[in-house]
């Protein structure tokens, strides 16, 4: 086929650069959309059968193919389920990318503040008894949305929450970024599909093994697929990757032939892991010996997450020295954990290195802990929605000590793991400016303010608080 | 009949060595292990194609592996060994007679049962009562030992596949934890010559400087190994690879060697100018 339509490189020839850098076959692959590929806008064949073949394999009603990455998939089941004015009960330690879609649409974050771990230091999951209450104060609420499982593998009960939410004819919408193997390993936490959830998300470059940026979004027969195309089409782009397409196909085959062995093998890997590193001493690899029934409802067994202050050292000094000094790079290093990513690209002999990278860690820098900050989690204080608050006349550039007490319109985040520690709408506490002079000192990488080095804040206009 | 093998030192360089006759070969998850019988070079031992070590010229490699750490250690009683499956350096520490204890760490298990069988002048010394081996990832044994060896010597084939982790930052620091407050490390240091093998020299010898008070470096000429000029590490606590030898005191031991001598090892450690200064590079003090 001779190419008279884009991309420009046809096939690589206009960009040999491109070609040596990436490889042939690779950019052979960048190709427009064309009749006999489909469109990703609006798919009537070859992407049709690959979002019924995901689908099938996901055990949902339908299936969407998504080149936004899991942002874009959990802001279409935000902008899906509420429109402007309307609410949706959350979990405060929501991805940035939920807050952002109220930006957008202008509806209500109704937050359920989680319970926090008192030792670890991190948030768990929804309470039953919390989500009930939320229902309770909020009936018209539109939604409930889960992270299932959180960034450190906590699950709730989420059969329990859909039926819940059923009653009360709200929707369930499920973050299950993190929790693509859950609906191909065995002895898994509960998928959202199967617990009966509206729409769920998952990345399929994290544990699927496909291409950065590329994701498949889940609905059940509640929702319409032909709204939710729609929906998807408001901010989709029109030129979709089939890089990243063919990635999610085979990737979405790749799990459904083998994932059931290979998510095994994960298991173990991670399950040694945790052993090894629990008998060093002062680090605590926590497990499923977590569970309470209730805020730790389940637990994600494939997460090696390790607790380090007891090493006197944040998750973050962890996380660098492991990249700095044993060429080892972790997924997350925030203020008391790092978070190792085990998958199927992994072997044994990486997990040793690991191990022992770790017991090199606390023979060379093991110190006192005190003077280190232990909790990741602060209770925000909301005083806007965050539509209002971000487009709202600000007074911008203040110094970060003297905004105490002021109504924030930005977010501030450390990323990984991109939950807002301040979005906008919400109150600036010391608590929080101590926090966020904390994790800046500790070498976290912060972002979300105008000013790239985050010493000012942008804040609502006097005049306007109320 | 022309029946050669080749092993390619670079891209454009090879060694050939005429074989008579192909003994053995296996496979399994660690590497490929395969025997010949030369005329020149006896048997040989390869490990991916590489040659491990030969009849002829082994002696030199387990000679300058053992006696240089042993020599130096007034009283070396326990050792811990890792790799060395084809038994070499094992026989040279039992020519010590107050050696204890022997510990061997070597993954593959599939190189010793080869040795034992195809290698005797070499893996007689495995059957020992002072000696155990344990078939299980090096880093998993070792990083939970504490200053329990006198001397730790590290034979690995390469720094590739099963070997990376025996050139990584946390196996030296927990090597450094396992050995006693006088404890002695020698390790392969691959060759100063060739491009790829120099990059793994010295980011060995960074990582043993950055764990170690003292770090020297050593050499042999070992005729079947790329450019015949090789490289080992000397790493300890305590002693000094020259000044604190003791020549009388190892040669009233009587041990035969057909390579080490003492004024050799006073020698040995003494390097060209281009090795000196590409070992100097990476010595940068933190």
Redesign the interface.
């Known amino acids: 086929m001779v190419p008279f339509d884009v991309p420009g490189h046809k096939r690589g020839r206009g960009n040999p650069e491109l070609v040596k850098l990436l490889g042939k076959q690779c950019v052979e692959l960048d190709v427009n959309s064309m009749k006999p590929l489909d469109n990703l806008c609006h798919p009537i064949s070859v992407i049709k059968e690959a979002e019924d073949l995901a689908a099938e394999a996901f055990g949902a009603a339908h299936a969407f193919l998504m080149v936004g990455g899991t942002t874009s998939a959990v802001q279409t089941m935000v902008l899906t389920a509420s429109k402007k004015g309307e609410k949706i009960i959350l979990p405060r330690n929501v991805h940035r990318s939920v807050i952002n879609a109220l930006v957008i649409n202008g509806a209500t974050p109704i937050y359920v503040n989680p319970d926090v771990d008192n030792r670890l230091g991190i948030a768990l999951g929804m309470k039953i008894s919390q989500v009930e209450k939320a229902i309770e104060e909020n009936p018209d609420a539109v939604a409930i949305l889960v992270n299932n499982p959180s960034y450190y593998g906590i699950c709730s009960n989420l059969k329990r929450i859909v039926e819940l939410a059923h009653e009360h004819n709200m929707l369930v919408l499920v973050d299950e970024a993190h929790g693509t193997h859950f609906y191909f390993g065995d002895d898994m936490p509960l998928s959202a599909m199967a617990a009966g959830a509206d729409m769920s998300c998952v990345s399929m470059h994290k544990s699927g093994g496909s291409l950065t940026q590329s994701s498949i979004l889940l609905t059940n027969s509640t929702v319409g697929p032909g709204y939710v195309r729609q929906v998807i089409n408001l901010t989709q782009t029109t030129s979709a990757s089939y890089l990243l397409l063919a990635s999610l196909d085979i990737s979405r085959r790749n799990l459904a032939l083998r994932g059931k062995e290979a998510f095994a093998e994960v298991v173990d890997m991670a399950e040694y892991a945790r052993t090894?590193i629990n008998?060093?001493g002062d680090y605590y690899a926590y497990g499923s010996e977590l569970i309470n029934g209730d805020s730790i409802f389940d637990f994600d067994k494939t997460k090696l997450t390790v607790f380090t202050l007891d090493v006197g050292l944040a998750g973050i000094e962890v996380y660098d020295l492991l990249r700095d000094?044993?060429?080892i790079q972790m997924e997350l290093g925030d203020i008391g954990n790092t978070l190792a990513y085990i998958s199927i690209g992994d072997r044994?002999?990486e997990i040793?290195?690991l191990?022992?990278?770790l017991?090199?860690i606390r023979?060379?820098f093991k110190r006192d802990r005190t003077g280190l900050f232990d909790h990741e989690y602060i209770n925000p204080s909301v005083v806007m929605s965050p539509q209002e608050a971000f487009y709202a006349p600000k007074e911008e550039m203040i110094p970060i000590k003297e905004t105490n007490g002021r109504i924030c319109t930005e977010f501030v985040m450390s990323y990984p793991p991109g939950i807002p520690i301040l979005a906008p709408g919400e109150r600036i506490t010391q608590e929080i400016i101590d926090y966020i002079l904390y994790a800046k000192e500790k070498g976290c990488s912060m972002t979300g303010p105008e000013d790239p080095k985050i010493e000012y804040l942008n804040v609502i206009k006097e005049a306007t608080i109320y | 009949m022309e029946f050669w093998f080749s092993e390619l030192h670079t891209e454009n360089v090879k060694l050939s060595i005429k074989v008579n006759k192909h003994i053995f070969s296996e496979e399994n998850d660690h590497n490929r292990i395969d025997i010949f019988e030369s005329p020149e070079y006896g048997r040989v031992l390869t490990a991916d194609g590489y040659i491990v070590m030969t009849e002829r010229d082994e002696f030199i490699y387990h000679e300058m592996m053992t006696h240089i750490p042993m020599a130096v250690h007034p009283n070396p009683r326990k050792i811990l060994v890792f790799g060395a499956g084809d038994g070499g350096v094992v026989r040279e520490l039992l020519k010590y007679p107050d050696v204890e204890r022997i510990d061997m760490v070597e993954v593959n298990v599939g190189v010793v049962e080869a040795a034992k069988k195809y290698l005797p002048f070499s893996a007689s010394g495995l059957d020992s009562p002072k000696v155990t081996i344990y078939t299980q990832n090096a880093l998993r044994y070792v990083r939970h030992i504490v200053g329990e060896y006198d001397v730790i010597i590290v034979d690995s084939a390469g720094f590739y596949g099963p070997g990376e982790s025996l050139l990584s930052r946390e196996f030296y620091g927990s090597c450094y934890k396992a050995l006693r407050e006088d404890g002695i490390m020698v390790n392969q240091h691959q060759s100063p010559f060739y491009a790829d093998d120099r990059t793994e020299t010295q980011k060995a010898h960074k990582r043993i400087v950055e764990c170690f008070p003292i770090s020297r470096v050593y050499q042999a000429h070992i005729p079947t190994y790329p450019s015949g000029y090789w490289l080992f590490g000397y790493a300890s606590k305590k002693y000094h690879p020259v000044d604190d030898l003791d020549a009388k005191r190892w040669n009233d031991l009587g041990i035969e060697t057909n390579y080490y001598t003492t004024n050799l090892h006073k020698g040995c450690f003494a390097l060209p100018a281009y090795v000196e200064k590409l070992l100097a590079k990476v010595e940068s003090i933190r």
């Open positions: 090894e008998k060093i000094e044993y060429d044994m002999r040793e290195r191990v022992s990278a017991y090199d023979r060379r």
